[in-house]
C-alpha cells in the first residue's frame, strides 16, 4: 500500500475528527441499533426449557 492511497480506516478516522460530534452521534446510534439487534436474535431463539 503506498502513501498516495490512504487506508479506508485513515480516512474515516480523518473523516470522523472532521465531523466531530454528528459522527459520534451517529455512530452511538449504529452501536445501539447493533446491539438492539443481537438482543432480539437472541431472545426470538432462545430454547425453550422444559419446566421452566
Known amino acids: 500500500m503506498t502513501e498516495e492511497n ?8 480523518r473523516n470522523m475528527v472532521r465531523k466531530g460530534k454528528l459522527s459520534l452521534l451517529h ?6 441499533g447493533f446491539v438492539g439487534f443481537i438482543v432480539l436474535v437472541a431472545w426470538l431463539g432462545r430454547p ?4 421452566a
Open 48 to 51: 425453550q426449557l422444559p419446566g
Open 27 to 32: 455512530f452511538g446510534l449504529t452501536a445501539l
Open 6 to 13: 490512504p487506508s479506508f480506516t485513515k480516512l474515516a478516522m
